[in-house]
């Protein structure tokens, strides 16, 4: 029978490590759950496939084309395209059996088979807070939101970023206020400013039919600058005589005093008016996170407040507030700008090189390393001595442990550090000693 | 316009837990990952999603009626629904750039859409190690195999436990021996011996036709009893002049030595010549791991040694010896069985309870809590305190810091051991003591 042999390869869109690679992406992702877990947030783990008909529950837009929608025997199912859906699923179906505020994070793939293109995936990992309320949800919630980001992009090794706040209150009321009632347009404009400048805002709202004199009040308000308080100030000045945006106002005050206490630095958070995130959804408080040195690959984090989590599951009225990093563009991105450091990349502390003969005391060592809690290799592998280094060598297990005749006589072990070159013959105490 | 309200609910077939279950789930994700990097293995995370064409080349057989299949655009697409073929396909593809013996572990879902029933899911994680060579693997892997086995389920908390090996070339030599020249059958019967007993066995074999002569050899070397050396020496003794048979023997008898000098104690694993896997896909050791007070759950983590992984995909020859853990089901089936600790259910080490005139103190003492990386929720909704304190109470949170008018004045904290109802006042430092 003659075997066909079929080409592996993975699809287009779809992101495959190698090992030293997935370390690295490994170890972002822990130390994003670490993080979550530290400021009190649960997990959860929902079906990737679910039934088209609640995935898709909201219906329509954008996303609804992008979705993995197919059939099984007489089941209409979808794969999951984020993780918001599922938690609003997750909080209405098992309402009963949770407690409010609830806090959960959820780290997982989720699917969208958006038209492949560099950088863009069609699975990727998102990882998500959110806090969500029983009816009311305090604004404190919103202040401590920017705490989870600041320490968990610290732990990841940045340090020059910045959390940009605003209310999307805020901006309804000013629009409001301005006559303008629905300002979802003008907002998508808005959110355009860093790509198309302050003329290619001008220009856009013109063409939305917007009079030059409330264009002006436009850019007269997303012109306002300063310090947080500053700008608080100058929305205060403005003398604005609209509930939604004194509210928001109101908001964006009590976060900005809170995030302070919260421990997130001066230099690490601002309030950014111009930020409205394209989400219909969010309706107070949004965030987007950018590194400072690096703004073209965007945000990093992002997310807000939102008043109706699950309104297409339950008549419960859910509040909350979230954010979400989509860690697999971002790792994509910061191995293109070759900001993540590949030295330490190799979860093996030690790999054993024994002689042939010594096969037996090599594997005796190898237990006892591991009942250390050493993550240990041993090469029991026939072959020469060369190839057995250079097995080592490309592996970049920081160290070598070597047994040969010599150190079976003695009950001793050569130790090599791979980085120095340094060799010492230990006992294993010793050896235990040195590694920990 | 009215909103329709669909109802919340996953897929038969698809476990979602609640947090307090999630973390016990998670934290034994966690401790088979730990034993996994413990031993070597190096982490790969493969798409969910593959062609059709290279998860199906192996081609028939029960998974493929089983298989999420469907397509998008004029792709035609499948869930992967194992870890072992995507495994095949990562080898074969990353060759050049893999260093062999290449050991890899991968933890993560796979989809089988098979008939639902109780105990059985149609998205289930599979915790796999693999250790694959490049045209030779040594035998003593296969020996190092039931090392990370027994390290792994002392850590998940089991004390009885049996691993079982068995060579399949032993079976195979055996048979071939006895004129069976294809043993599929008489294997399959022969793994049956649990349910069917002897008498079944016997039954079967007569109605494959075989005379009662070779019945009775075949009783014989199942029934071959004594210690694992007994057992070596009972095979010895047969005299049976089979390459193959006598191939395995030595194999079989190198695994005992070594799986001892491995440190796994008497007591936990057998040679059972009864054990063959039911895969065709096995070619020489093969494990099975059984709760010896719970026998009925069946093999908990099985696994075997194969001479070609990814004949389909390569001319490359890939001989490997893995494992594989199937931790939704067995999840299930310690909650079923009530086997699983539900005490030690929570991340969060302690709460903050702030009166609602002392919540600066109150989110002050949380950061400083949270830079000690120590779990730390906040509960900041307006309300009665005694609906504050229920919340902690049904968080199952060890710890709650009560802080009041009181406290803030003289500067220190009422923490409460939810265990012992215990109450002490502390300042910051000493409070930092007790939590780590």
Same mark, same amino acid.
């Given at each position: 029978?003659?075997?066909?042999? &079929?080409?592996?390869?993975?699809?287009?869109?779809?992101?495959?490590?190698?090992?030293?690679?997935?370390?690295?992406?490994?170890?972002?992702?822990? %130390?994003?759950?670490?993080?979550?877990?530290?400021?009190?947030?649960?997990?959860?783990?929902?079906? &990737?496939?679910?039934?088209?008909?609640? !995935?898709?529950?909201?219906?329509?837009?954008?996303?609804?084309?992008?979705?993995?929608?197919?059939?099984?025997?007489?089941?209409?199912?979808?794969?999951?395209?984020?993780?918001? &859906?599922?938690?609003?699923?997750?909080?209405?179906?098992?309402?009963?059996?949770?407690?409010?505020?609830?806090?959960?994070?959820?780290?997982?793939?989720?699917?969208?088979?958006?038209?492949?293109?560099?950088?863009?995936?069609?699975?990727?990992?998102?990882?998500?807070?959110?806090?969500?309320?029983?009816?009311?949800?305090?604004?404190?919630? +919103?202040?401590?939101?920017?705490?989870?980001?600041?320490?968990?992009?610290?732990?990841?090794?940045?340090?020059?970023?910045?959390?940009?706040?605003?209310?999307?209150?805020?901006?309804?009321?000013?629009?409001?206020?301005?006559?303008?009632?629905? $300002?979802?347009?003008?907002?998508?404009?808005?959110?355009?400013?860093?790509? %198309?400048?302050?003329?290619?805002?001008?220009?856009?709202?013109?063409?939305?039919?917007?009079?030059?004199?409330?264009? +002006?009040?436009?850019?007269?308000?997303?012109?306002?600058?300063?310090?947080?308080?500053?700008?608080?100030?100058?929305?205060?000045?403005?003398?604005?005589?609209?509930?939604?945006?004194?509210?928001? !106002?109101?908001?964006? @005050?009590? &976060?900005?005093?809170?995030?302070?206490?919260?421990?997130?630095?001066?230099?690490?958070?601002?309030?950014?008016?111009?930020?409205?995130?394209?989400?219909?959804?969010?309706?107070?408080?949004?965030?987007? @996170?950018?590194?400072?040195?690096?703004?073209?690959?965007? $945000?990093?984090?992002?997310?807000?407040?939102?008043?109706?989590?699950?309104?297409?599951?339950?008549?419960?009225?859910?509040?909350?507030?979230?954010?979400?990093?989509?860690?697999?563009?971002?790792?994509?991105?910061?191995?293109?700008?070759?900001?993540?450091?590949?030295?330490?990349?190799?979860?093996?502390? %030690?790999?054993?090189?024994?002689?042939?003969?010594?096969?037996?005391?090599?594997?005796?060592?190898?237990?006892?390393?591991?009942?250390?809690?050493?993550?240990?290799?041993?090469?029991?592998?026939?072959?020469?001595?060369?190839?057995?280094?250079?097995?080592?060598?490309?592996?970049?297990?920081?160290?070598?442990?070597?047994?040969? @005749?010599?150190?079976?006589?003695?009950?001793?072990?050569?130790?090599?550090?791979?980085?120095?070159?340094?060799?010492?013959?230990?006992?294993?105490?010793?050896?235990?000693?040195?590694?920990?």
């Amino acid at each position: 029978m003659k075997k066909d042999i &079929v080409k592996p390869s993975t699809l287009p869109g779809f992101m495959e490590l190698l090992p030293p690679d997935q370390i690295l992406f490994n170890k972002m992702l822990d %130390i994003i759950r670490e993080n979550y877990e530290k400021f009190g947030f649960l997990p959860i783990d929902t079906p &990737v496939i679910e039934k088209a008909e609640v !995935l898709l529950a909201k219906g329509g837009g954008e996303t609804e084309k992008q979705i993995y929608r197919f059939e099984k025997g007489d089941t209409d199912l979808a794969l999951r395209f984020d993780l918001t &859906v599922p938690l609003a699923r997750y909080v209405a179906q098992h309402f009963s059996e949770l407690t409010f505020p609830f806090r959960r994070y959820h780290i997982g793939k989720v699917y969208r088979g958006e038209k492949s293109q560099k950088g863009r995936f069609r699975e990727f990992y998102q990882c998500d807070i959110d806090i969500v309320g029983n009816e009311t949800l305090g604004i404190i919630n +919103d202040a401590e939101i920017p705490s989870v980001i600041y320490s968990t992009f610290k732990d990841l090794g940045f340090d020059s970023f910045t959390i940009k706040i605003n209310n999307r209150k805020v901006l309804k009321g000013f629009f409001l206020w301005l006559g303008i009632e629905d $300002s979802t347009e003008v907002l998508r404009t808005i959110d355009k400013l860093g790509k %198309i400048g302050l003329e290619g805002v001008k220009k856009d709202l013109t063409e939305q039919g917007l009079d030059n004199d409330t264009i +002006d009040r436009v850019v007269e308000f997303i012109n306002i600058k300063g310090t947080n308080e500053e700008k608080l100030q100058s929305l205060k000045d403005l003398g604005i005589e609209n509930d939604i945006f004194n509210e928001g !106002l109101k908001e964006l @005050t009590d &976060v900005n005093h809170y995030v302070e206490t919260f421990g997130v630095p001066k230099e690490n958070y601002i309030i950014d008016l111009t930020i409205a995130r394209g989400l219909d959804y969010y309706t107070g408080t949004v965030y987007e @996170t950018f590194l400072n040195d690096y703004p073209n690959i965007g $945000s990093i984090c992002s997310g807000g407040r939102y008043e109706d989590l699950a309104g297409f599951y339950t008549k419960q009225k859910l509040p909350g507030v979230g954010i979400s990093i989509g860690l697999t563009r971002l790792f994509y991105q910061l191995m293109e700008a070759n900001l993540i450091e590949t030295i330490d990349n190799s979860l093996t502390k %030690i790999i054993i090189i024994p002689m042939e003969e010594c096969l037996d005391k090599a594997i005796e060592a190898a237990s006892t390393l591991r009942e250390h809690n050493i993550n240990t290799q041993i090469y029991t592998e026939k072959g020469k001595m060369g190839k057995k280094f250079g097995y080592a060598d490309k592996q970049n297990i920081p160290y070598t442990l070597i047994i040969g @005749t010599e150190e079976v006589k003695e009950n001793k072990y050569t130790l090599r550090d791979m980085t120095t070159g340094e060799q010492s013959l230990l006992p294993m105490e010793e050896l235990l000693l040195r590694l920990k």
